[in-house]
């Protein structure tokens, strides 16, 4: 993609944004009620709406591996591997089925188009050095779960700009744990090829493998420990199998 389609391209995806983001009224208006079961209804609209634009104006096709086990019903914890700013997208279109929001570091405030859209998805920042804003978050998305809300985080904390997955920090568990919902694994391939190989945008297919169910909730607290090592090796043997 030149430097002239891709402004355009730039262009596009940020007037879908900015669309997008005329659906926030209406949710906190159903959330005001609490209506969360129509909330997360326009949520998941506008989630189809981003999704559309931005896969049409950039070129971006999402492949997804074993769509069999999204789960029917939330809500649940999306737990997968980081490459990208475009693993947002890619795990917004893959789940269709539902409204999926973020937990999401504090730095990525500072990308304000893809903030504000991370906002209007009903997610939360968290902000890894401070203890005290991180106990807030942890209830802040307990008490979104309570309300049927699904959540995705990417436990490596950082993009690792390639198919080489990091290692997952275990405290990014413990948002399943409080809430006691199930986790479901995901392993995200070639997104990085999206932006992050070239700094510049590119059309391409990101792959998004969907892992089996864990039922984290109904595990003990020894069980859960153990659950983190084995959840990690089974997004990272997924990324070794499709890539």
């Known amino acids: 993609m030149n430097p002239l389609k891709n402004t355009i391209a730039i262009n596009k995806v ?6 997008y983001l005329k659906n926030v009224p209406a949710i906190r208006a159903a959330q005001a009620r609490g209506d969360h079961a129509e909330a997360q209804r326009i949520i998941r609209r506008g989630e189809d709406y981003f999704c559309d ?12 591996i074993n769509p069999e086990n999204i789960p029917t019903e939330g809500p649940y914890l999306v737990v997968a591997n980081h490459q990208s700013y475009a693993d947002i997208y890619a795990l917004i279109d893959a789940f269709r089925s539902t409204q999926i929001g973020f937990i999401a570091k504090s730095e990525t405030k500072k990308l304000k188009p893809l903030a504000d859209v991370i ?8 902000d890894r050095g401070n203890p005290r804003a991180a106990i807030q978050t942890l209830k802040e998305t307990t008490e979104l779960f309570k309300n049927g809300y ?3 985080i990417f436990p490596e904390g950082t993009r690792s700009h390639s198919n080489d997955m990091g290692y997952f920090k275990p405290g990014s568990f413990k948002f399943a744990q409080k809430a006691k919902v199930p986790i479901v694994p995901v392993s995200i391939i070639d997104s990085y090829k999206i932006f992050e190989e070239h700094n510049t945008f590119n059309a391409g297919t ?6 089996p169910t864990v039922h984290f909730e109904a595990m003990s607290r020894e069980e859960q420990n153990a ?7 089974m997004i990272r043997s997924g990324i070794a199998k499709y890539r």
């Open 119 to 126: 906002r209007g998805t009903e997610s939360v920042f968290i």
């Open 227 to 233: 659950a983190h090592e084995q959840i990690e090796n």
């Open 206 to 211: 990101i792959k998004v493998v969907i892992h």
């Open 150 to 152: 699904t959540l995705a």
């Open 14 to 19: 940020y007037r879908g944004f900015r669309k």
């Open 53 to 64: 634009h931005t896969g049409a104006s950039l070129g971006i096709k999402v492949d997804v």
